[in-house]
Nanobody, 124 residues
Framework: QVQLVESGGGLVQAGGSLTLSCAVSGGLLRSYYMGWFRQAGGRAREFVAAISWSGGSTQYRDSVKGRFTISTDNAKNTVLLQMNSLKPEDTGVYYC?????????????????WGQGTRVTVSS
């Protein structure tokens, strides 16, 4: 059973940076895609970024391109989301997710495993 645990959230001023970390356990295989999603109060959970577990393929939500970077550290079984130039609209609970797939997945229902989330608040 794959388990995902997020960390690294917090309060930051607009223009600042945060790095979210997702610790992965339970035998994740190379044929997995890892994703980050976020949910702001009262809104649906939305796709932020995804990466193949091997690290070879990435995809980003348009509004975070050039500001966020997703990466994997296979030796540490960790997925990172480096977030720069943060904006108030980036505020929300960020979730790490995993799906067994050889193709990138951006839809929430397609992901099989989810963490509990870590809260990011960007003040203006």
């Amino acid at each position: 059973q794959v388990q995902l645990v997020e960390s690294g959230g917090g309060l930051v001023q607009a223009g600042g940076s945060l790095t979210l970390s997702c610790a992965v356990s339970g035998g994740l295989l190379r044929s997995y895609y890892m994703g980050w999603f976020r949910q702001a109060g009262g809104r649906a959970r939305e796709f932020v970024a995804a990466i193949s577990w091997s690290g070879g393929s990435t995809q980003y939500r348009d509004s975070v391109k050039g500001r966020f970077t997703i990466s994997t550290d296979n030796a540490k079984n960790t997925v990172l989301l480096q977030m720069n130039s943060l904006k108030p609209e980036d505020t929300g609970v960020y979730y790490c997710a995993a799906v067994q797939s050889f193709l990138v997945r951006v839809r929430e229902p397609e992901y099989q495993y989810w963490g509990q989330g870590t809260r990011v608040t960007v003040s203006s």
